[in-house]
């Protein structure tokens, strides 16, 4: 890439949106960039900021939706440090790891308690920006403080209370990249119950291309039991269907395009508000 931009990384030009997520749809990204370390990603930061290109990271898109025109922009992946574990007083953890591994790693070491997130998608950062969590635990329940990268290349440590952990969100902003984090976990890690946990998810998750679950559950309620009773699996618009296994999940059938899943994500709000008066919330993140 010309004008100057020199970091510890990989660069690419208008890679397909189909590539770096797990619904393989939308159109092409300007730039992707996978970064190594910090002072690479300050440089890009600055780079983009003179040249006023909008920018965001994504782990492995497992919850993104990107639309057909494509991202004008520059999609920033944290490779390399961002990547390690550091076993100190506490284990401090790159962001960029993907959870599966990061339990992995956790469990060689002898430290356990994040067994049932085990069969989560995606990376450490994407799962705490987003709160993720299974079987009555949220990742949220392991992190004690994170590290931010801002803007302007400013780097600050956040405790929990700043992060604002809620159910399946925190309130961290989308140009506040997560870099590093502080756990908090427990002696006595089990592979054998993660794995355990694993084989649990994938009994319920459909197979083919999807997002994960498109809806966050109503309190109180599930959303799929929602979708399910308005009659609505296997309800098909263009390549994009309601899963008949989950109703909570919409599945590529491998000629969907973002604009037919997000057609099909508007009914199904609409008919789940027409019977029962609640307005699903979006779990997954449609990039605009």
């Excluded at 944290?78 to 993907?98: E, M, N, P, T, Y």
């Excluded at 902003?173 to 946990?197: C, D, M, V």
């Excluded at 609409?270 to 699903?280: E, N």
Aim: hydrophobic fraction near 40%; include cysteine; glycine fraction near 14%.
């Amino acid at each position: 890439m010309r004008n100057g931009l020199r970091i510890n990384g990989r660069k690419k030009k208008r890679v397909p949106a189909t590539n770096l997520t797990s619904v393989r749809v939308g159109g092409p990204v300007r730039y992707l960039i996978d970064v190594y370390d910090l002072r690479s990603l300050r440089n890009l930061l600055a780079w983009a900021k003179k040249r006023g290109i909008a920018y965001r990271v994504i782990g492995s898109g497992t919850n993104l939706i990107f639309p057909d025109r494509g991202y004008d922009g520059l999609i920033i992946r944290l490779g390399g440090s961002f990547k390690r574990l550091w076993f100190k007083d506490q284990v401090i953890a790159g962001c960029g790891i993907v959870l599966k591994d990061l339990i992995e790693r956790l469990i060689k070491r002898g430290y356990g308690g994040m067994e049932p997130l085990y069969g989560i998608p995606g990376t450490l950062g994407g799962g705490i920006k987003g709160n993720c969590g299974a079987f009555g635990v949220s990742i949220s329940d392991f992190i004690d403080r994170i590290f931010i990268l801002a803007p302007d290349g400013e780097e600050m440590m956040f405790d929990r209370k700043r992060i604002g952990f809620g159910y399946r969100r925190s309130r961290l902003l989308p140009s506040q990249i997560i870099t590093f984090a502080l756990l908090r976990l427990k002696k006595g890690g089990s592979i054998t119950k993660a794995r355990g946990y694993l084989k649990r998810r994938l009994e319920k998750i459909p197979e083919g291309w999807s997002a994960g679950c498109i809806f966050k559950n109503p309190e109180g309620k599930i959303a799929g039991r929602l979708i399910e009773r308005c009659g609505l699996k296997d309800f098909q618009i263009g390549g994009a269907r309601v899963s008949g296994r989950h109703a909570n999940f919409i599945i590529n059938d491998g000629t969907a395009t973002s604009s037919d899943i997000i057609r099909l994500i508007r009914y199904v709000r609409q008919m789940v508000r027409r019977r029962f008066g609640i307005t699903l919330e979006l779990e997954v993140e449609v990039v605009r």
